[in-house]
């Protein structure tokens, strides 16, 4: 597997972005090590915080939740998956696959060992993310699920399917625009460039490609067998569950419901339709901080 590494000169000078990046290993099953970079911010004892980023995002998406919940004494990891952001990128589309990406954040979880973990995940953060719970049930304490979805082969919105066509056939990836579009709000000229920082080039979008591609909305799809296994764990998980989709989210619309009704934990919680596009974090970030913060106070 060939691996591209952003250079750090990319990362400078962000705006709102102080933090210093954190780096794991992890080892692909063809044997490829591949550098995982997180931020890790708040005490070392705080109640840890998974923030968990999807397409074609990376954490800079996290920068305010960051700030308010560390200022909070919570401990905020914030991991940017494999081909996005400071994180390692294989430099071919066929190197991204669902499964791997499941495997390579597992390992990077299980080698923190965070546990109490409260997860907040969007987008692909909630493919993976909730993938992760379903293998490690133990080490989290409670969700916040947003804007995302466990496929199993069922289908698409017909917001996902325009997005699905628009990856597919641009001829180049503008990855802060499509941000910004993907937003409420119009992001500044800085804030756009900051999502493009980790792609000097096109030969770095490969997995920002792959990943519309890989999301199981077909029964022929990979890793329909898998999530429906996680689905049954899930559907046995009694901790603390709330759904905070937004209101201007064309690509999830109505995925709020399959986890309100299947998840134990999500049954008289208080769910929350909050102000936004797909891109929520950009849009309501005080909103978001007060629901996870609300979650483990409630715990308390």
Same mark, same amino acid.
């Given at each position: 597997m060939q691996v591209l590494r952003t250079a750090d000169e990319r990362f400078a000078d962000l705006p709102d972005w102080p933090y210093g990046p954190h780096y794991s290993e992890v080892? #692909?099953?063809?044997?490829?090590?591949?550098?995982?970079a997180y931020v890790d911010e708040g005490p070392r004892d705080g109640q840890v915080v998974l923030l968990m980023h999807g397409e074609p995002s990376w954490s800079y998406l996290y920068r305010k939740i960051i700030a308010a919940l560390a200022a909070k004494g919570y401990r905020v990891v914030a991991p940017d998956l494999i081909g996005f952001g400071r994180s390692d990128k294989p430099a071919l589309r066929t190197d991204y696959t669902y499964e791997r990406h499941v495997d390579w954040m597992s390992q990077w979880? &299980?080698? $923190?060992? $965070? +546990?109490?973990?409260? $997860?907040f995940c969007q987008d692909w953060g909630g493919l993976?993310?909730?993938r992760l719970v379903a293998a490690y049930p133990e080490r989290f304490a409670g969700l916040v699920i947003a804007n995302t979805g466990l496929p199993t082969g069922s289908g698409m919105t017909a917001g996902f399917k325009a997005w699905l066509d628009i990856?597919? /056939?641009? %001829?180049?990836m503008p990855i802060g625009g499509f941000v910004s579009a993907g937003s409420g709000r119009d992001l500044s000229p800085a804030e756009i460039a900051a999502y493009d920082a980790p792609f000097p080039d096109e030969t770095?979008?490969?997995? &920002? +490609?792959q990943f519309p591609m890989l999301v199981p909305v077909t029964p022929e799809h990979g890793s329909v067998a898998? /999530?429906?296994?996680?689905?049954?764990?899930l559907e046995a998980f009694e901790k603390p569950v709330i759904t905070a989709f937004s #209101?201007? #989210?064309?690509?999830? +619309?109505?995925?709020?419901? %399959?986890?309100?009704?299947r998840i134990p934990g999500?049954?008289?919680? &208080?769910?929350?339709? $909050?102000?936004?596009?797909?891109?929520?974090?950009?849009?309501? %970030?005080?909103?978001?901080?007060?629901?996870?913060?609300?979650?483990i106070q409630a715990r308390a």
């Open positions: 080892t #692909d099953a063809d044997g490829t090590s591949l550098r995982i979880l &299980a080698g $923190l060992d $965070l +546990r109490d973990i409260t $997860l993976i993310g909730l990856s597919q /056939n641009v %001829p180049q770095y979008k490969e997995g &920002a +490609r898998e /999530n429906l296994a996680a689905w049954k764990i #209101d201007g #989210d064309a690509v999830t +619309r109505g995925g709020e419901a %399959p986890f309100q009704t999500a049954k008289g919680q &208080a769910h929350v339709t $909050l102000k936004g596009g797909h891109f929520l974090q950009e849009d309501c %970030p005080g909103d978001i901080v007060a629901v996870i913060d609300g979650m």
